[in-house]
């Protein structure tokens, strides 16, 4: 069983930044790729960013690419996301995921489900 836990969502005007933070226990993470997603009202979830298991792939939704930065800490059991650049439609509730295999590509990486594991969610909201 793995549990994650967002953190670090918040109000931010345009143009700002916020570094979103997702912890796990229960379960090393250190061996899976680990994904965040969002979900804005009236949407559907969304692939945002993914990064493999050692930290040397990363993968972005082009709506975020040069905007955002996925990272990680194994050794700390996090991954986080870095956003720079903020925008309006960036507003929606964040959610980090577990890959639910050690296998992945640039492609099934982007796929809601092939996660198994989800936290609750933290809202970031961008003022204009």
């Known amino acids: 069983q793995v549990q994650l836990v967002e953190s670090g969502g918040g109000l931010v005007q345009a143009g700002g930044s916020l570094r979103l933070s997702c912890a796990a226990s229960?379960?090393?993470?250190?061996?899976?790729?680990m994904g965040w997603f969002r979900q804005a009202p009236g949407k559907e979830r969304e692939f945002v960013a993914a990064i493999s298991w050692r930290g040397g792939s990363t993968y972005y939704a082009n709506s975020v690419k040069g905007r955002f930065t996925i990272s990680r800490d194994n050794a700390a059991n996090t991954v986080y996301l870095q956003m720079n650049s903020l925008k309006p439609e960036d507003t929606a509730v964040y959610c980090c995921a577990k890959f639910s295999s050690p296998y992945f590509d640039e492609y099934n990486v982007k796929r809601l489900d092939e996660y198994d594991y989800w936290g609750q969610g933290t809202q970031v909201t961008v003022s204009s």
């Open positions: 229960g379960r090393t993470l250190s061996s899976y790729a």
